[in-house]
């Protein structure tokens, strides 16, 4: 069994390092891969996990976006003439300046999130619910507005982020360098994740899913467990929103940073078509996905969102538990569950 | 304090008019918020959505060349039979299940709805022009569009002819029943299936009103559903279910503060405002909710 698991593990890294080489047109599509499932993973861990269905992590991931940006800007020019010049470019980074600039912003658009998290957490958290889904909702179109009125970040009229050094003469290196970053935040996710879910804390945060009054009865702390759960996710959704921001070169409040209406529902939707609270379910929810959107998006075009909607009620109404749960209803063997032919011969008897 | 509002008095008198007016417009779709709510037990994601496409309906009646105030008679008509197509075809399959589910399932509906309003009716701003001119107050300093006094007015006459059916008809006193006790009304010869339907069918009526007065007083856009529908929410959280009067004092209140912030804070912040309020409430209620169980720290 370990040994599977190295062989399949080193493969995929080997697939995933070889990747931009194979398939040198798609490096952005596979960029934006690596990043929902990024996405798609640190949902899983409140809605799935904890039993949290949040529609609030695009608030961290717009802010990861916004900061990254705006750190790298103003680390070495004035930001609001930055934001003011709009596409015109009066200030160059330089190549040392552009990676310095991304790396402290990429380190900022993690710790703040997380924080931010943490701060607004106890009062968040505290809601059950559908009243915490409609409160998050609330809170990650509120930023959007709100991020759409401050002019130093650009307000309506957006943000360019800078450019990728034109000094660097290979074409290539600029889809490779954000490839490579998120495939390195990718694996970062995919190990933490799946370190919690061999620990201790993974059983807390299903004692909260399944019975929260019950779970604080025995003596767990559930708030502390909540709001840890919470700062994690921010953790890494402020990352994946810091590198999609150098990706995409334009942060507009509504449509690419806060942006409920696409990335926000993606993420729940990735997440429980795979399979909410599995290790792979939200992997292989998040790839099918792409897959899909990015095979149908051309071919019914201008009717996307009204198949995305049809997509989200078919899968919520007719397969709540996903794939992973479709799987495991079927061959339980796999899963690890031992089934007692002769108890369900007598299930079967009595029913 | 260096804002206009607070030197000149007379924009104070205009704000607090106009809020109360437009709040009782809230009033009216929250109402039918917490019908379905109370009775079926679902969030309606596409409640505000169901107002802009009644707002439609209104508008392609005034483009008819018909007066787009019969709107608010045939776009209830029409729209009754929208939510009972809609309950007909996803929510009859969501009642049961857990709350989130009804409000993914219900986010996609909204897409759907904001997605075929785009392609039918463009994508630009529009309004009905109902040209019932405009009331002057205090020598002029505070003008009140007839469109708004009129809707306030309407709204008030089918809450209160809805209020009236609610207690006096058969189907009300299913409904009510249906609310207080969903298997004991089965037992006793609710069909509960029916009252269902009847009341998504009604709560979209309730919509289609809102919707054809919101089509001759503010503006239409496919993309603007969601903040009535969180609008409405935050009035029936405040208010509880099953609180009329509640409702339209929340309502009411919801617009003074929204017409306030937008001359406090500005217009590009105003949507901005409604949504944070909606997390302050709700935090708001969940400190007040945890002094009761104290027994569980």
Known sequence: MKQKDLILYSGLIILGLAAPYLFSAFKVQLTYLCVLIVLAMTWNLQGGEMGYNTFGNILFYGLGMYLTASVQVGMFFPLAEWTESGGEKTFVHTTAQYFQGIGVGLLVSAIVPAVIAGAIGYAILGLRGHYFAICTLGLGIAAGEIAGGIEIIGAGQGFTTPPFPAEIVDTEARGKFFYFLSFALLVGTFIFVKYIYGSRFRLILNAIRDNEDKAEAMGIQTMKYKIVGWMCSAFFCGLAGGIMGGLIGYIDSTDVAFDGREMGVFMVLMAILGGKGTLWGPVIGATLFHFFKEGLWTLILGWQYVALGVLIVVIVVYFPEGLMGWLREKYPERFGEVIDEKDRKAQVELK | ?297
Not at chain 2, 136 to 165: E, G, R
């Open chain 2, 1 to 297: 304090m260096d804002f206009l509002i607070f030197k000149a008095p007379m924009l104070m008198v205009q704000a607090s008019l106009d809020g109360i007016l437009l709040g009782i417009l809230f009033a009216l779709i929250a109402y039918g918020m917490a019908l379905q709510w109370g009775v079926m037990n679902i969030i309606n994601i596409a409640q505000g959505d169901l107002v802009i496409l009644g707002g439609y309906i209104a508008y392609t009646i005034y483009l008819w060349g018909i007066h787009p105030a019969w709107g608010v008679i045939i776009s209830p008509i029409i729209m009754f039979f929208v939510g009972w197509g809609l309950y007909k075809l996803v929510i009859n399959k969501v009642v049961d299940r857990d709350l989130f589910i009804s409000i993914l399932a219900t986010f996609g509906i909204a897409i759907v709805f904001q997605q075929l309003m785009n392609f039918i009716f463009g994508a630009d701003v529009v309004v009905a022009q109902s040209e019932y001119g405009t009331t002057m107050l205090f020598d002029n300093s505070v003008t009140l569009p007839n469109s708004k006094i009129f809707s306030a007015f309407i709204s008030v006459l089918y809450a209160i002819a809805l209020v009236i059916y609610m207690r006096k008809s058969k189907l009300g006193r299913a409904i009510r029943a249906t609310a207080q006790n969903a298997r004991a009304a089965k037992i006793l010869g609710v069909d509960t299936e029916k009252v269902y339907a009847a009341t998504f069918g009604i709560n979209a009526a309730l919509c289609g009103i809102a919707g054809a007065l919101i089509s001759i007083t503010l503006t239409l856009h496919p993309y603007v559903g969601l903040p009535y529908t969180v609008r409405s929410f935050m009035i029936v959280i405040v208010a509880g279910l099953g609180n009329l009067p509640a409702v339209a004092v929340s309502g009411m209140g919801l617009g003074l503060f929204e017409e306030f912030a937008d001359y406090i804070l500005g217009t590009e912040f105003r949507i901005g405002a409604v949504f944070l309020l909606l997390v302050l409430i709700l935090v708001y209620r969940r400190f007040k909710l945890s002094k009761k169980r104290e027994y569980l720290k």
